[in-house]
């Protein structure tokens, strides 16, 4: 049946898809925003989906917060909405990190460093009791797919992308701490063996898969609303369960 002129008229026109992908992303950030608490020490992802994490971290006006940021770009949003950042030497573990990703295997093997700063995701994300990822429906697979980001150091560069196969630079991106950023384009298989291949090649300083043991929960947020998958890093006691 048709709608009468009056509904009609009153109905918001549907978003596109940029609009949508957009509007989920906020709220999984949002979503992830109300696991943080009053004196909370809470690494800050990198990418577009963080950047709506931190005003919605903002907001909440919680007491004694500290953050640590992966990036500079992070480090100067989150400033600038009056959030602390400290070094992460200076709070030494986590309670909690938030951060988005460019793929989410069934799993939960993740692909990240779409945004060259997969480094330090990776160290702050270890450094958390809990690593909680958001993202919008879109970056959910049932397989991963290349490309792999890699930070591989300058000297020796291009040799260290002859031993990975299949690799080369992203033009002369620089990661955060100014080594180059690649993206390994070949088969992935098994994410297990590609991690472990890749982190054993010399000249290698990190690559984007994360695996399933070091998230906490994954938030998605699609057209029916934030679907929460439980990670295989337990929740560490006294916090509200993922699901
Ligand atoms: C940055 C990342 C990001 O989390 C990833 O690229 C997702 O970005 P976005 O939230 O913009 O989709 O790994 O290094």
């Known amino acids: 049946m048709a709608p009468d002129r009056a509904t009609a008229r009153h109905q918001p026109p549907p978003l596109s898809n940029t609009e949508a992908v957009a509007h989920h992303k906020r709220e999984a950030a949002q979503a992830a925003a109300m696991m943080v608490d009053d004196g909370m020490r809470v690494g800050l992802g990198t990418g577009s989906t963080v950047a709506y994490l931190l005003p919605a971290l903002a907001e909440r006006n919680l007491r004694g917060l500290r953050c640590v940021a992966t990036s500079p770009a992070t480090e100067q949003a989150a400033q600038a909405l009056g959030l ?8 030494g573990e986590l309670d909690i990190a938030i951060d988005g990703a460019d793929q989410i295997e069934e799993r939960g ?23 909680v990822v958001i993202a919008s429906a879109e970056k959910a697979v049932s397989a991963l797919h290349p490309p792999v980001p890699l930070e591989v150091l300058r000297f020796g560069a291009m040799r260290t992308l002859a031993e990975v196969g299949e690799a080369r630079l992203r033009g002369d991106l620089e990661s955060p701490d100014g080594n180059l950023i690649a993206d390994y384009f070949g088969p992935i298989g ?47 006691p006294g916090t509200g369960a993922c699901g």
């Open 84 to 91: 602390t950042v400290a070094a992460l030497d200076a709070l």
């Open 190 to 236: 098994d994410p297990a063996d590609l991690a472990a291949r890749l982190s054993a090649t010399p000249g290698v300083v990190e690559h984007g898969l994360f695996a399933p043991d070091m998230v906490s929960c994954i938030l998605i947020a699609g057209e029916h609303g934030v679907e929460r998958r439980a990670g295989e890093k337990p929740d560490p």
């Open 109 to 131: 093997w993740l692909v990240k460093g779409g945004g060259a700063a997969q480094t330090r995701e990776k160290i702050v994300a270890a450094a958390s009791r809990r690593f």
